[in-house]
């Protein structure tokens, strides 16, 4: 079984979020997870992964530390509670214009296309 992240070495753990077969080079020993739940995890608690970012303040955020203030929009707990609550959070994101660019996600869903592209063989 090769790692599903390089494809190259002999993988030696699972991911114990997604699954995925990794060497140790693409294994977060401490937490037990493959080096794409490292990045996608949450920046609040740490544990699960993220669904989402903050539309304040940007960090990535799972399904229980998010809370979603508009049908798109969702907000880290610390933001939410620091802000005051839903009003709070909207009133300041229609202050900051539009909410910050987040490349979190984007750019793991890239390196897992990557890493399918290059599965192939070339
Ligand atoms: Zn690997
Ligand atoms: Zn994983
Ligand atoms: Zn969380
Ligand atoms: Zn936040």
Redesign the pocket.
Known sequence: MRCEVCWEAEATHKCRLCGRSVCPAHLDAARGICSFCAEALCQVCGEQLSITH?A??G?LVCLDCGVQVDTVLH??R??YTSLGGRSGVLARLRDAGKPPRMPGIREFVEKILETRKGSGGE
Do not use: A
């Open positions: 903050c304040v303040c960090r907000v880290c610390p933001c």
